[in-house]
């Protein structure tokens, strides 16, 4: 059920097997499987993630779709099979060695803070991209995740032959050039002035062509979402076809900090079902170590919620047949 | 393109950049990821694998889909990208060290042996679960997928409470009872008489109160795939609502023996990419080791794909902006 104010005094009474913080690809996932595992699971979700923004998956299988239908779809399964769902932001997570202490922030005006309680705990509230910070963001966001693309992996194929603008955040960043040159060697690298590049990479750049603008962007060109140009704070242009953003990310993981859970860089270390170095904390999709795709996080889920599972299985009483048993007639 | 006659002598001096085996759920995936990648793959199929059986997908986000929606949503999306796609069996595999010889028979009447060429090579080729063997297959074929299942992670959910028989191949799988008896406890186990039960094992089922039945069956009952019952030799009869296949499963990869690759018991080997122990052979989903679920082969398919591309491009001369470079005005 979708957890709203009247049901929180009752609910932060249960003991839930496992609490979800992130109703993306990986946590719907999780959801999905603990609930058909008859487990009683909430997922926390704040709202607009990463997905929330994809307007096309073409690589997930069986059919190409929107990341709020993916969304839509997985939430919907997941409260059809008993999930609790409540819309609301992760600010603390407390282990007492039993259990998890999940403090929420429900509700930004009139806010209430919650505290859930769970045995297992499951992060799945993922990164977000780093978009160019211009004074009018609705036009950011009326190209970002059309042909303005975050992800290479995902979206190179839509760049081929294309006229590409690269739009990076660091000087390490631009060699994305040299990966996203598989796909189309029309390459425009956009630093926005916002650091010094160092003249091998200069030379680099010049050595293959792409060339490098260090101007601030003012705001991309287009209409219906189709990027098609971009336009400098000194009022110049280029015409472009496609656009990728390399600007990093940011961790949606400052609940977990105080948990001192191991790392690879920023990334989470997992085993093979996602267990982090605490025993009762996953980590699902982009938050761990490995490729961020959704096609993973949705296993990463599946994996987590079973390990789960088993644990919460082989600690329960077994089952026997209690009723009284009417065998057939002629066995 | 789907490949028939006409296209096979033209096809087998193409050197494809991968050949997967097996179209279901993760070669799927592989194969697109491979066509966005701009790689030219073929897949070869030969039909009814373990997901063309599957009724429904209960678990895999967005929706609850069937394994023939699954299989052809992914199928028209490769095709979709450049991908081709032959049904044919794989007889044998002949590595040349720089290339593989994949040999195929195709058609099974007047049939053709094409030989096609490949760098790399995804075994996503599939288990295939044991059946009963029945005098009359189509009773089997009528339930089995439908209320009769093979999967007890996929569809324990489907069994919760209900009266279950457990259809058993060996002593070792009669302990599926005392997993499945998280989701029920109405548990019948049938052996078919075909292995005899150690008396540890009767005096541990009759203390669960799960009845041993040892006799052959004779048919499954119910009607419109619904099973509700199941008549043995004798004539007797037993009501159920629901059942479970515990057989094990046959391997397909006889085209792998001859490549001496490192298993874990009848489970490939494979590194986090899915990468088994030749490296320019991979692994998807069940038969490699860990957990046999849709979604955990469609990320296998990510992952070989992104593998097998890193290296295509890397090893590929780069790309420079070769055309009469055209820079914007104000540049």
Known sequence: MILKSEHLAEKQNTLYDAIIVGGGAGGLSAAVYLARYNLKVLVIEKGRGRSF????LWNFIPNVVSGKDLLEGGRRMALDYGADWLNGFVEEV?????EFQVRVKYRRKNSEYPVFRARYLIAASGI???????ADMHNVYEYAGYNLHVCLICDGYEMTDKRTALIVGSEGAINTAFVLNWFTPYIYVLTG??????EAMREKLAAHGYPLIEKPIARFLGENHEMNGIEFVDGSQIAV?????????????AYLESLGLKKDG???LTDEMCRT???????LGDLKKGLNQVS????????AATAIWREVRRAAPTRKWEENLQTPAAV
């Open 53 to 56: 923004w994809m307007q096309q």
């Open 94 to 98: 407390t282990d007492t060695g039993e």
């Open 128 to 134: 977000m991209d780093r978009l160019p910070q211009l």
């Open 193 to 198: 002035g916002a650091f010094p590049v160092s």
């Open 241 to 253: 076809e496609t656009g990728l953003i390399s600007m990093g990310s940011v961790r949606h993981s």
């Open 266 to 268: 920023e990334d989470l």
């Open 277 to 283: 170095s605490h025993p009762r904390i996953f980590a």
């Open 296 to 303: 993973v996080a949705v296993a990463d889920g599946t994996l």
